[in-house]
């Protein structure tokens, strides 16, 4: 009896340590099975965030993208060529003008020539134009960008003449040798080289297109020969060939400034008109007085001011009386 108790005692022992192993087997995979878990939940989370970088980045390089167009950079570097473009092609020492100039005028004409530039106009993704004021004190221009990602305020409202303006900056020039009533009301006229003409002539024709004209003599260098030029022939003009100007600019032209003396106007060769055409080659200020004489032919010249042979000043005045 006393032997099975022992057998007993010694069964029950087995079976509290089988016990305490499958215990201690299942806390092992319990915690294996725990840092499995913790270590995927990690991954996954590193995973995910750089997923999430990688999604920041591509953003930030968009808006890398994005600043690395300084747009006040571009809108100066555009201004400054509007300026350049109107110093060198309008006439603003006498009067004030407004102009806009469009951003395809300043490439067409090589006034921007850098290549990012040409690169985001040619893309479609930035559009402008500029307004200038300029006058004998001042010259001065603001600049309208368009972009994909950037406009200036009052881009759209700042124009001077909305649609109507692209045709004062067509490409298509208004040739002065055109017919003239056809260019009456026309905005823009391309300058022609008009020396070696008669500055009546051309004087007579720009006025016609709505310029003012100015004539003005210029000494000759020295050892040039007068006898080799006309009076009455341009030897220079302020605006050069092909510049634009506009209705209500001016031009000047400058003929030969000879010297010369009085001529006889009482031998009966000269009539009123061509003394007042002497007068206005030589730019005097001529007096016409007409007197009672019945011992004349009406409009015969009886007596000049200034004596034959005598030296002709500029400006000067001259008197002839002239029978009526």
């Known amino acids: 009896m006393k032997k099975n108790f022992k057998d007993f005692i010694k069964d029950k022992k087995v079976i509290l340590i089988s016990v305490i192993v499958i215990i201690l087997i299942t806390a092992i995979c319990l915690v294996v099975l725990f840092v ?6 990690t991954n996954s989370i590193e995973n995910q965030t750089e997923v999430n970088e990688e999604q920041n980045q591509d953003i930030n ?3 890398d ?28 020492m006498e009067n004030s003008i407004i102009e806009e100039i469009s951003l395809p005028v300043l490439i067409d004409n090589n006034y921007i020539e850098d290549e990012t530039i040409l690169k985001l106009y040619n893309d479609g993704i930035c559009d402008a134009y500029s307004i200038v004021t300029a006058n004998a004190v001042e010259i001065d221009g603001d600049t309208y960008l368009k972009c994909e990602n950037y406009t200036t305020e009052g881009y759209g409202d700042n124009h001077l003449k909305n649609d109507s303006n692209d045709n004062s900056n067509s490409d298509i020039p208004i040739d002065s040798s ?24 051309i004087k ?17 260098q020295n050892g040039e020969n007068p006898n080799n030029y006309n009076k009455e022939k341009i030897i220079d003009q302020s605006v050069p060939s092909g510049n634009r100007l506009s209705v209500g ?3 000047t032209l400058y003929i030969p400034r000879i010297i010369t003396s009085y001529p006889n106007f009482c031998n009966g060769d000269y009539s009123v008109d061509k003394v007042q055409e002497f ?24 007596y000049q001011s200034r004596a034959e042979g005598s030296m002709v000043v500029e400006g000067a005045r ?7």
Do not use: C, H, P, W
């Open 65 to 92: 993208l994005t600043d690395d167009i300084d747009y006040n950079a571009l809108k100066n570097y555009i201004n400054e060529a509007s300026i350049m473009y109107v110093f060198d092609n309008y006439s603003f």
């Open 204 to 220: 007579s024709q720009l006025e016609s297109l709505g310029l003012l004209v100015m004539i003005e003599s210029r000494e000759l």
């Open 61 to 63: 390089t968009n808006e």
């Open 178 to 201: 055109n017919n003239q009533d056809s260019n009456e009301n026309s905005e823009i006229v391309m300058v022609e080289d008009y020396t070696g003409k008669n500055y009546r002539e």
């Open 279 to 302: 007068a206005d080659v030589n730019n005097l200020v001529l007096i016409i007085e007409y007197v009672e004489n019945s011992g004349y032919e009406a409009g015969a010249i009886l």
């Open 249 to 251: 600019d001016s031009i």
């Open 36 to 41: 499995n878990n913790k270590d995927n939940s």
């Open 318 to 324: 001259l008197t002839i009386r002239v029978a009526k």
